[in-house]
Antibody, heavy 116, light 106 residues
Framework: QVQLQQWGAGLLKPSETLSLTCTVF????????WTWIRQPPGKGLEWIGE???????NYNPSLKSRVTLSIDTSKTQFSLSLSSVTAADTAVYYC??????????WGQGTLVTVSS | DIQMTQSPSSLSASVGDRVTITCQAS??????LNWFQQKPGRAPKLLIS???KLEAGVPSRFSGSGFGTDFTFIISSLEPEDIATYYC?????????FGQGTHVEI
């Protein structure tokens, strides 16, 4: 059973760059898209984007100008970078396996707070 | 982008009740719709994929149906542990959008 473990800074100042990494245990990155989703406090789920093992990406148009996804197959890791954060980017961020397939495995979530 | 309209946004039901949630897509999805359950402080859990395929280990009181633009999620007999928020999500094409969620309470 694949497991996803994510980590990254939990407190940022406005204009800084959010960086999160997700490590995949128990499986390779091949054959799947790897996805980032976020959830502002008390609100619903927002799809951020996805990347496959070849580095092919799809982004949410509302975030595309600030988001970069990357992947390191040798470390079975994939990462999210979100630039120029504001308070509106405060959310729990999740990584997950799937994309064109169902999101069947999720990381534990990371609360990222943007505050001056 | 495909818009997902989920309803109701919340509902209150009793143990044993039948609960129905609907999700309407702004464009046809074929069968590419997921249903997730999320409990407070937890990551969402995949319950149903391909609109009607129950994931392994998920109780049979949960079911899904639909094709194209109209989808339905049913809990046939509500249990106390089903208190959660439920989300639909289309994965036909990116951006792979979610519905707004339905909070189910007793």
């Amino acid at each position: 059973q694949v497991q996803l473990q994510q980590w990254g800074a939990g407190l940022l100042k406005p204009s800084e760059t959010l960086s999160l990494t997700c490590t995949v245990f128990g499986g390779s990155l091949s054959g799947y898209y790897w996805t980032w989703i976020r959830q502002p406090p008390g609100k619903g789920l927002e799809w951020i984007g996805e990347i496959n093992h070849r580095g092919t990406t799809n982004y949410n148009p509302s975030l595309k100008s600030r988001v970069t996804l990357s992947i390191d197959t040798s470390k079975t890791q994939f990462s999210l970078s979100l630039s120029s954060v504001t308070a509106a980017d405060t959310a729990v961020y999740y990584c997950a396996r799937g994309g064109a397939r169902p999101l069947d495995s999720w990381g534990q979530g990371t609360l990222v707070t943007v505050s001056s | 982008d495909i818009q997902m309209t989920q309803s109701p946004s919340s509902l209150s039901a009793s143990v044993g009740d039948r609960v129905t949630i609907t999700c309407q897509a702004s464009q046809g999805l074929d069968k590419y719709l997921n249903w997730f359950q999320q409990k407070p402080g937890r990551a969402p859990k995949l319950l149903i994929s391909d609109a009607s395929k129950l994931e392994a280990g998920v109780p049979s009181r949960f079911s899904g149906s639909g094709f194209g633009t109209d989808f339905t999620f049913i809990i046939s007999s509500l249990e106390p542990e089903d208190i959660a928020t439920y989300y639909c999500q289309q994965y036909d094409r990116p951006p792979r959008t979610f519905g707004q969620g339905t909070h189910v309470e007793i």
